[in-house]
């Protein structure tokens, strides 16, 4: 099956026009997608993407330029070429699409070559455009690998004048440490190292990523990550649930690779509360680079909590483990004294996701 040279939309109430310009278009390879209203001309962009619009001006329920007016205010819409087709030749009613946002006219009667040469020229510039929109979005998912998500938000907020400065928010920061990273290290070259670690760091970045969370920074045997949210307890359930799942993944990644690579073991600590949070961009001689970074003892808890439990666990503060009450089953392991945190820590494990009816965390 050939594939059509493109979509036209034909939007007209007369129905010997629609059929004069399907006799014409159809032929010369373009596939015709067809509206009798205004209203119905938006319904039919949104479901079938068209990659040009013929528009008729005198329309029942909504008009040629009011329709044009509302796609090109549309982001989403406004580089689908509009060439309106009138009966009207007042000098008014061009200016009147030219407002609206038009990019070309036709003048009833259409002349044919006329109308296929407009089709033709609106389709290239079409064309052009969106191979230079695809590669700005290709750049941009490039560089986004080097911009957190939180940065992200905060310079799509205000792009102008992003809010970078440091502040204090409620946040839950979860560490993953590889246990028995030294002896990786000692058994394995350092490429056979990097490779395994990156292998199963991609995993749990999908995982991280998946729940909301920022990865602040990846050391070679760990990397801390922060959840933020309106809602408190929703990010200390998100924090909680990637944790369960970075473990599941561990296991299946050590079946996979059984007899390839040495298995690996996490210890993961999780710790909610308020702490400073902020961007920050390092810029050296060869680049730039972003981290978003959350500092004061509530990281610093989650760190210790980490380095606590056993392989193959999740340990979390307090804090978390109250905002996780009804969600996810927990034991408690007692108090512990970290060194130089002044007030002694209730720590509690989590056995996993407590049966519930379903719904998103």
């Not at 594939?3 to 034909?10: D, F, G, I, T």
């Not at 729940?211 to 909680?240: C, K, S, W, Y």
């Amino acid at each position: 099956m050939v594939e059509p040279q493109a979509k036209v939309l034909v939007v007209d109430d007369e129905v010997k026009n629609v059929k004069l310009l399907e006799a014409l278009l159809l032929p010369r390879g373009y596939e015709v997608v067809k509206a009798s209203n205004g209203a119905e001309a938006l319904q039919k962009v949104h479901e079938e993407q068209p990659d040009l619009i013929l528009l008729d001006v005198m329309m029942p329920v909504m008009d040629g330029f009011e329709v044009c007016k509302i796609l090109k205010d549309n982001a989403d819409t406004r580089l689908i070429p509009v060439v309106i087709m009138t009966a009207l030749g007042q000098v008014e009613d061009r200016i009147k699409g030219i407002e609206a946002g038009a990019d070309d006219f036709l003048t009833k009667p259409v002349h044919r070559d006329e109308l296929l040469a407009r089709i033709r020229t609106s389709l290239r510039l079409k064309q052009t455009i969106d191979r230079k929109v695809d590669v700005l979005q290709q750049a941009q998912e490039h560089l986004t690998k080097f911009v957190p998500r939180a940065v992200e938000r905060l310079i799509d907020a205000k792009p102008s004048t992003p809010e970078l400065e440091k502040r204090e928010q409620d946040v839950s920061v979860l560490f993953v440490d590889i246990s028995g990273y030294s002896r990786l290290s000692e058994t394995l070259s350092p490429a056979q190292v990097n490779d395994l670690v990156e292998r199963y760091f991609s995993s749990f970045l999908d995982c991280i990523h998946t729940h909301g969370g920022d990865v602040n920074e990846t050391a070679g045997d760990g990397l801390m990550a922060i959840f933020a949210d309106t809602d408190p307890q929703r990010h200390a359930r998100r924090a909680v649930q990637t944790a369960l799942e970075t473990l599941q993944r561990t296991v299946q990644l050590n079946e996979q690779l059984q007899g390839m690579a040495v298995p690996i073991a996490l210890h993961i600590g999780i710790n909610s509360g308020r702490a400073l949070v902020c961007p920050t961009k390092f810029e050296g001689t060869s680049g730039a680079r972003w981290t978003y970074t959350a500092s004061g003892s509530v990281t610093n808890i989650a760190a210790r909590i980490a380095a606590l439990g056993e392989v193959g666990t999740v340990l979390v503060g307090p804090e978390t483990a109250r905002r996780i009450a009804g969600l996810f089953a927990v034991r408690e392991l007692g108090i512990r004294q970290f060194k130089n945190i002044s007030e002694a820590v209730m720590i509690y494990e989590i056995l996993g996701m407590m049966a519930r009816p379903g719904g998103p965390l």
